[in-house]
């Protein structure tokens, strides 16, 4: 009992001692954090494109997607084909006019043969003998125009929009063919072709896609407009979710058409620099799972950011910075497909990001919500 | 007679008790030695202190002379601004390795936030790796519990999350005008006891 004792008095003294050495040293420093709010130095504007509700500041947005319907031509086999066609077989007569128009967007674009990736063509027969009036896709920002009798003429054109393609072929005299090429309802090239007076000349077909193997890519095609030499119009907008117009196509290997939801490349949502400084922005997604593919990007008016990539899941979940000049607009694009099994709507939620440039003190997030459906 | 000879007996018991309770006093010898040493904590600028802010304005990051009071001032906008390493909380205590100090954060006055525009006010700490060890939040008053050790020659890096409504906001103006909180940093070489 008495060692006991002994034993709680020890470790009462060593309790004691211990708060004697750490106990009772509290420092205190004074620390003030002030607020002073500023307007927003950026701020958001509607594109005009869809539907789309602004917070009271300008810092927020939702922006109603309309999920519209399109042809979605796709070549994910390097050893397989895919071409959307329609037989025509008209006759051209002199005087006569043909033309065939759709809106054509094509993306995921690998060709390590160089084939190409043909976005509107026209066969016409002359005297039994096929002859092609093309428009074709390699890569970059242009298209080609080839045609028979003339050098492939070379169109620089911003590929990462979709344009409205028009292929004309008329018979001004017997013995002459004027072809013409429109992108987005502007004459873009035209040239006379002389052929025999009394030659035959069939309108044959029109068709997109490729024939040649070793590519791999996606076409979207929607808005089709056929003017027959008769001046029969024959359109298709696909929103029945059938193909009806592109009814003699063909394809092997891991290719195909289908109807898909989708949206082709459009603004849907400005900001605007309303400081004098240069901001850095971008956007980020939060993650998301849904049967959908899509792309976000943004745009200056010089330079396009890297993209938000989404296939049934996030797979890059920001862009790259694009710089916001003192007064200046930067432009937000969207790209969305998903099939036509998907539910709907399916919504993401964005943030649009900026910064000082060349600093990162500050950064200042607004939301996004984009509803596709 | 009685009552005279009563109230003489109480005056004099008043007496003697007077004379027995005064006159003793003692007195011991007391010594209160200070001997201040330089602060082994102090407060230094981060990496944004000075950077632009929205708009014209800076990131505004002021210390006492000695280091040891600090002011931030920031300006945010709708919406979340993140400010990001603006100052930094030093131990400068070299002397021995294992001069290490607990550091809690106390909000003493928090934000007013009269008209319920900040929806979110955090301070946050990071030490040197990256790893998050405090969120402080600025909208009530409270202390944290003790962080660390922040072990001698240490640094943590202290940024600011401010959330600010838009709901009635106009993008022409401010979303209000100013608004402040009052924090000490505490810091004490144990963690058993709490900060008084």
Known sequence: ???FSYLIIFLLNVFVLMLSLHAGIFTYYPVSVFLSPVAPPVTFAGSGTYPTFIGSANTSAVVDVVANKALHVYDYDVGGRVVVLRTVTQSLASGGIFSIQWVAFVTNYTDPSGVGVI???????????????SIYYYGGNQVYFQGPGTPTYVYPVDMSVAHV???TVSRPAANRL???YYVDNSLAYTYDYSIPRRAAVTIYSVEGGRYDTSNAYDLYIDDVRMRS?????????FEDGVDNFF???????????????YTFPKIFLLARNNDTKTYACKLIISPLTAPVTASFYVRNSTHTSTSIKIKNSVIVGETSEVLLGGGSYTYMYLNITAPLTASLPITFNLQFVYRVYDSDGVTVYYPITVKFG | MKAERKLIALLAVAALVSIVNASVFVYYPITVNLQPTQPPIIFSK??????????????????????????ITVHPTYQTNYYKNITVINNIDSSDSSNSYYVAIRVNKALSNSDSKITEAKLLIFDSSGTNIAVVDLLTTGTTSWLGPLNANGKWFVDINIT???????????PFTSDSASLQLIYSPQNVESAP
């Open chain 1, 1 to 3: 009992m008495r060692y």
């Open chain 1, 119 to 133: 976005l509107q063509e026209i066969q016409v027969n002359i005297d039994g003998s096929p002859y092609y009036v």
């Open chain 1, 165 to 167: 393609l028009n292929i």
């Open chain 1, 178 to 180: 004027r072809i013409s």
């Open chain 1, 229 to 237: 030499v008769t001046g029969v119009i024959t359109s298709e907008d």
């Open chain 1, 247 to 261: 009814v003699n196509s063909y394809s092997s290997g891991n290719a195909g058409k289908v109807v898909v939801y």
């Open chain 2, 46 to 71: 981060g990496k944004n202190a000075g950077e632009q802010d929205l708009y014209g304005s800076t990131i505004g990051v002021s210390m006492g002379s000695a280091n040891t009071s600090l002011t």
């Open chain 2, 164 to 174: 600010i409504s838009e709901t009635g906001g106009s993008p022409g103006s401010a």
